[in-house]
């Protein structure tokens, strides 16, 4: 009993710390937008997903949204869609295994624990890449300042898996989400919050039972560029 009364008293230190620290940040962690796409470009005005962001930015009283991809071939283009102005960020991994290929889970798990050292990652938004962390942030809370954002930025990420259990495979922009909140917030709130992003969805996504239903069609029409609509 005492030792779980301990266990008990640390969790709830972990998670106050963490809500009271995310709570007067920059950054409103959401979580993960979709399973797997439904139509290519998702992030793109009016498509369903980039909807569902608009909507949960609104929830928020919010006139901007970040969204955080794994970098491929995209300008990553921030836009207006409807009331909210999406901006998109990649992440481009030096030293990764690329957004189509096996995930390196030893890789994976090395970040997870220590983060990434600084000179690892760029970034990619609006056809521009960042050699630095914090040259692409300014470039984002620019965006939203020149866009009227007033408050704590909701952030999320992508989330489509191109293969595999897209409930297992945390899909595109989840890693970038991660490193965000841990440069933002710290390795403990990171943790907390990216957990909280991967429940998210099953909460929150209207086509959950769509996508996750025909997921393995979905993604044999992605993969064979069925899904293309521009």
């Given amino acids: 009993m005492k030792w779980s009364l301990i266990a008990i008293a640390i969790l709830v230190v972990i998670v106050g710390y963490s809500v009271v620290t995310v709570s007067s940040g920059p950054l409103a962690p959401l979580g993960r937008i979709s399973f797997v796409k439904v139509g290519n470009p998702?992030?793109?005005?009016?498509?369903?997903?980039?909807?569902?962001l608009v909507q949960y930015a609104k929830e928020k009283n919010s006139n901007c949204a970040l969204i955080c991809h794994f970098a491929g071939s995209s300008n990553y283009r921030s836009y207006q869609d409807g009331d909210v102005f999406i901006i998109e960020l990649g992440l481009i991994d030096t030293q990764g295994t690329g957004a189509a290929d096996p995930t390196n889970y030893g890789d994976s798990i090395k970040l997870a624990l220590f983060g990434a050292p600084d000179d690892r990652y760029k970034y990619k938004s609006d056809g521009i890449v960042f050699d630095t962390y914090?040259?692409?942030?300014?470039h984002v809370y620019t965006l939203a300042k020149e866009h009227n954002q007033t408050g704590p930025l909701p952030i999320a990420w992508h989330g489509n898996a191109r293969q595999g259990n897209a409930v297992l495979i945390q899909g595109c922009g989840f890693p970038l989400y991660f490193h965000v909140l841990q440069k933002t917030y710290g390795m403990i709130p990171a943790y907390l919050y990216t957990l909280n992003g991967m429940i998210f969805p099953h909460m929150n996504n209207p086509y959950r039972n769509f996508?996750?239903?025909?997921?393995?069609?979905?993604q044999q029409l992605y993969n064979e560029g069925e899904l293309d609509y521009t």
């Fill in 211 to 218: 996508e996750l239903g025909h997921a393995t069609e979905l």
């Fill in 134 to 138: 914090d040259e692409a942030m300014n």
């Fill in 42 to 52: 998702d992030f793109y005005p009016g498509h369903p997903h980039s909807e569902l």
